[in-house]
């Protein structure tokens, strides 16, 4: 990673501007940066690399509060599939899923991606309805995912509780086989090395306090913890936070932000094959290369910004997790942490300009953006260098939510948050 000399902060337009200026003589202070991307998470590195190596702008600044991945980017329980219902999330979660398919070679960073396959059960008649709808309508939009019953889902994963005698039985699932997992921290550094290597400055420790507009309305800079940076093309990628950073601009978002937790056993040796959801029950899992399971939980019943959740949310995962996996009783526990998720009234995502120029935003992804993380910011760098909506992320506008456009997708969510 580049170091920032106090040359490079300089030139960014920290603390020294107004001397600098006036030197310079210059009535228009030039923008220090063609484009800035407030968030250094997967979606703002990605978007910045994008940005770098498509759209051949490559004076940018990722501006990060904390450190490269450390916000849901690298907290989530990193579940990828695109076994949506609607055309529109299907073309949008696909687009990300083809994105995966080869992003390890195109970043030249091992992101693990591993196409284990995600299956969700069913545990109810409303279960088994709802599931088959999917199956039929992925296949319509060319997107793979297949019925499969009980037994046929104990061979796919022998670890699973089949027994008819369950509180909620098993009586089928929908399997995803190109749906799986990835190594969270890996896209980060994978984008970050990438875009780093494109010239793109990512400066850590760095919150954006302020946006300031011109007269004309339009962004002229970011007001940051580390002084003003100038700039005319803004991207906001900061997942749960986002209606605070964009209230700095004046722009209100129908965003509510919770907590969601995750949790980790100690590490065994491989047992457990692919991804496993359950929304009635309220369970899912996988295992990580390191050995250790991968189990999420609900969110908070309440709006906060406290990175942990409730310890009851993840004591019912937990039972859940036991009732479908008898074998992970005794099981230990590790560790458990949370992350902040902003979510929309229709639970889809927000890729789209604003009403202010020059200011762009990615949100809303709620519990399920991480799958989305080469799509996203593919689109919001399109959006961004063009100044109009790639077709995919056309309908994914902020103004659905006043026209009444919304795109309503339950599957969001997966399991019952
Ligand atoms: P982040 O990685 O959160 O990046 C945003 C960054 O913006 C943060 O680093 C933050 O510090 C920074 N920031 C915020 N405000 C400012 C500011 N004012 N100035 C500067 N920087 C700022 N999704 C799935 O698809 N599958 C899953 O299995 C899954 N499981 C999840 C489990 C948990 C426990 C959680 C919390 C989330 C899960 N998600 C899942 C959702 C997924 O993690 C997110 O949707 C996705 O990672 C968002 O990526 P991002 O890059 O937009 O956000
Ligand atoms: O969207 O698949 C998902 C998911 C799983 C856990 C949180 N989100």
New binding site residues.
């Given amino acids: 990673m580049r170091l920032y000399s106090g040359f490079a902060l300089l030139k960014a337009g920290f603390n020294g501007q107004k001397n600098w200026q006036s030197l310079w003589r210059s009535p228009e202070p030039k923008p220090a940066y063609d484009a800035i991307i407030?968030?250094?998470?997967?979606?703002?590195l990605g978007a910045a690399y994008y940005l770098a190596k498509q759209h051949g702008i490559r004076n940018i600044a990722v501006?990060?509060?904390?450190w490269v991945?450390?916000?849901?980017?690298?907290?989530?329980?990193?579940?990828?599939r695109s076994n949506y219902l609607f055309n529109e999330s299907a073309a949008l979660y696909d687009h990300a899923v083809k994105l995966w398919e080869n992003l390890s070679q195109t970043l030249n960073y091992n992101v693990m991606f591993s196409q284990r396959g995600v299956m969700m059960l069913a545990h109810n008649v409303h279960d088994v309805q709802v599931f088959k709808r999917h199956v039929h309508a992925n296949r319509c939009n060319g997107v793979d995912n297949e019925w499969l019953s009980a037994e046929q889902a104990k061979v796919f994963c022998p670890p699973l509780n089949i027994s008819a005698n369950m509180r909620y039985p098993i009586l089928g699932a929908a399997l995803q086989r190109r749906g799986g997992t990835a190594r969270h921290d890996a896209v980060a550094w994978g984008y970050a090395r990438a875009a780093d290597d494109l010239g793109v400055d990512i400066i850590e420790n760095?919150?954006?306090?302020g946006i300031r507009r011109d007269a004309t309305g339009a962004v002229e800079a970011v007001e940051t913890s580390r002084g003003l940076i100038r700039t005319k093309k803004l991207g906001v990628?900061?997942?749960?936070?986002t209606s605070?950073?964009l209230g700095m601009a004046g722009v209100r978002l129908p965003l509510e932000s919770y907590p969601?937790?995750?949790l980790v056993s100690e590490p065994v040796k491989p047992v457990f094959p692919c991804v496993v959801m359950s929304n009635t029950i309220h369970a899912y899992i996988s295992q990580s290369d390191k050995g250790e399971l991968v189990i999420?939980a609900g969110t908070d019943a309440y709006t906060s910004y406290t990175q942990r959740g409730g310890l009851h949310i993840s004591s019912h995962t937990l039972e859940a997790i036991c009732e479908l996996f008898p074998m992970f009783r005794r099981m230990r526990m590790l560790r458990n942490w949370?992350?902040i998720?902003d979510v929309t009234p229709d639970r889809s995502p927000i890729i789209a300009k604003t009403p202010v120029p020059g200011l762009y935003v990615?949100c809303g992804?709620?519990?399920?953006?991480?799958?989305?993380?080469p799509g996203a910011a593919h689109l919001l760098a399109w959006t961004m260098a063009k100044d109009e909506p790639h077709t995919i992320n056309a309908p994914y506008t902020i103004e659905r939510f006043r026209d009444g456009y919304l795109i309503d997708e339950a599957a969001a969510a997966a399991v019952a948050h």
């Fill in positions: 407030i968030g250094a998470g997967g979606h703002g501006l990060e509060k904390g991945g450390g916000g849901n980017t690298g907290r989530n329980t990193t579940i990828i760095c919150e954006v306090i990628s900061a997942s749960g936070h605070v950073v969601l937790q995750a999420g949370g992350g998720v990615n992804w709620g519990t399920g953006g991480f799958k989305a993380t």
